[in-house]
């Protein structure tokens, strides 16, 4: 498999780092317009390639005639919010990022599959698909793989349990308004509440609580290092492996809906079945009205985004 990856910063340097283990990646291009420091990237990652338990892929600098017969391409470009910038404002500098990108992209291939991770994801996921014809099932934004995986941990933290033991999704936008539907929640097949009883535990179950405390995780980490990537980069790692083994898996992750869920013409997260051919199957589950309510609402804030840039 050959993987080109856009953007050489923090995120795109660990998502490097992920594809590097991942093993069935042949080659990887990165692409930068710093192009030092993408050199400096491929040449210290190409010495982790010496030892055993590295798989040895072709690390190189790449350009977007690479693009033409590329597998996977991972879209990390773009600057990060700034103090005092607002969401708008970094919505409208990512999406003329990606709509540049994607021009490049597009002289070269429409067949590839794209992962976007650019802030805010849910929409450079949108422009990537509708405003340059892209095939849907084919742009697949990271949107809230991250936020469900810290979701997952933190209910593990809870119940004292493996987080890969916990079902549980945030969906909606990857930001203020996501949510976890916890009428599809589960660990291993029981409700949390009926868990709690099997394993005896006298604990106090604040759903709100466990909701609020994901959405804020993700900035905590902001405050503490200057930037997330670490969890991202393994996001984008398993939706990588869900591609290149065909596992049919089902992430929720960011497509953009015509009609799905009563929503069109906006890109958010829904779980999706990942395989081979990239989004095979937009999943519609049985949500209870409170849960549809705050998907609408998590489409009409991305929607006013939209209008505003």
Do not use: Q
């Not at 995120?11 to 093993?23: D, F, Q, R």
């Not at 773009?78 to 409208?92: F, V």
């Not at 095939?135 to 119940?159: C, E, W």
């Not at 200057?226 to 596992?247: F, P």
Request: aromatic share 6%; glycine share 8%.
């Amino acid at each position: 498999m050959k993987v080109v990856v856009i953007g050489a910063g923090m995120v795109g340097s660990a998502v490097i780092g992920e594809l590097l283990v991942h093993g069935g990646i042949s080659e990887i291009y990165l692409l930068d317009l710093d192009r030092d420091k993408a050199e400096g990237e491929i040449l210290d990652y190409s010495h982790t390639t010496s030892y055993n338990y590295n798989p040895s892929a072709n690390l190189k600098i790449g350009d977007y005639h690479h693009c033409k017969d590329a597998d996977l391409i991972i879209m990390t470009a773009g600057p990060s919010i700034k103090k005092g910038e607002t969401r708008i404002d970094l919505a409208g500098k990512n999406a003329k990022v990606m709509k540049d990108i994607m021009k490049n992209i597009t002289r070269y291939t429409k067949d590839a599959i794209i992962i976007t991770v650019t802030n805010p994801v849910d929409i450079v996921t949108y422009v990537a698909t509708e405003e340059l014809d892209y095939p849907r099932n084919k742009v697949i934004g990271t949107g809230t793989i991250v936020d469900s995986a810290r979701l997952m941990r933190i209910i593990g933290n809870k119940y004292n349990l493996d987080p890969k033991n916990v079902f549980a999704y945030m969906l909606g936008e990857h930001g203020a308004t996501s949510f976890a539907p916890w009428s599809i929640s589960n660990i291993c097949g029981y409700t949390l509440e009926d868990f709690i009883k099997i394993r005896g535990f006298n604990i106090n179950l604040d759903k709100s609580l466990i909701e609020e405390d994901t959405k804020k995780i993700g900035m905590e980490v902001w405050r503490k290092k200057g930037y997330t990537n670490h969890g991202i980069a393994a996001g984008v790692g398993r939706i990588v492996k869900a591609i290149s083994l065909d596992e049919k898996s089902i992430l929720p992750v960011s497509v953009l809906l015509k009609g799905e869920y009563g929503l069109e013409d906006v890109a958010l997260s829904v779980p999706c079945v990942v395989g081979e051919n990239g989004i095979e199957k937009i999943l519609e589950f049985s949500l209870t009205e409170e849960e549809l309510n705050k998907l609408r609402l998590s489409a009409k804030s991305l929607k006013d985004t939209i209008a505003e840039i």
